[in-house]
């Protein structure tokens, strides 16, 4: 009798284990959806993987339903593109609603898409909405990765471009503004707003300890380039009024 339950514990631990993973079939088929999504340049296919594969190094040192994970990581920002159509809307909503859909579609169960759907809900740095689950926490963690160091950088001002915001603003006398409090919309704002605040904001300690090797390149490229525009802005609003009679 106690081998029979120790073939049957055997046989459900090996059928949950296979239903945490996912078969690569399905995975070519939810990536082919996020690929046919996703049309943003800051937030392309590349910024996808880059988040999955954070995802799937934190989730290393946690008890994870890799299935789900793989998912959501895939299908986070698909509702970028009806985000940027219309800016009222919220692209991590949008997007929860469109995972589900599509993964209700494909025949995925009840459970797995409501939990693929709470995952992207509750993925962006700009809601209210912090994720609960240990999948949700490491998809917020890794996409918030890609906003720290270098990458993050790039990104931002890879985006301001897409939405014709300007890299920093002046004031009424020409000289540079910092970005700071509630100024209007450039580089310099998102920097002081998210990029110099996400650090903070981690849920687990792999992603905590990747951020903080990535900070001192953000903070000094934030620094270097306010230094650049402003000591030229200085010196030449100087310069030209001394040409002016």
Request: proline residues 2%.
């Amino acid at each position: 009798m106690n081998a029979m339950n120790e073939t049957c514990r055997e046989v459900l631990e090996k059928g949950f284990r296979m239903e945490l993973i996912m078969q690569r079939d399905m995975y070519i088929k939810i990536e082919n959806y996020m690929l046919s999504c996703m049309k943003d340049g800051a937030h392309d296919c590349q910024h996808i993987y880059r988040v999955l594969y954070a995802a799937l190094d934190i989730a290393k040192d946690y008890e994870v339903d890799k299935e789900v994970l793989i998912a959501a990581s895939l299908l986070h920002d698909i509702g970028r593109e009806a985000q940027f159509q219309n800016p009222i809307l919220d692209h991590a909503i949008i997007g929860s609603e469109k995972a589900y859909d599509y993964l209700q579609l494909i025949g995925w169960p009840e459970y797995k898409t409501q939990h693929v759907k709470a995952c992207i809900f509750s993925h962006r740095f700009r809601n209210s909405n912090p994720p609960e689950s240990i999948e949700a926490k490491i998809l917020f963690d890794a996409d918030k990765l890609d906003a720290t160091g270098t990458m993050g950088i790039a990104r931002t001002i890879a985006y301001e471009g897409i939405v014709a915001e300007p890299l920093y603003c002046v004031d009424e006398q020409g000289n540079v503004l910092d970005g700071e409090e509630n100024q209007e919309s450039s580089f310099f704002h998102e920097y002081n707003w998210k990029l110099k605040n996400v650090y903070d904001k981690f849920f687990t300690s792999h992603a905590k300890i990747i951020a903080e090797g990535r900070k001192k390149a953000s903070v000094e490229f934030y620094e270097n380039m306010y230094k650049e525009v402003k000591t030229i802005h200085k010196t030449g609003l100087k310069a030209l009024n001394n040409e002016l009679v």
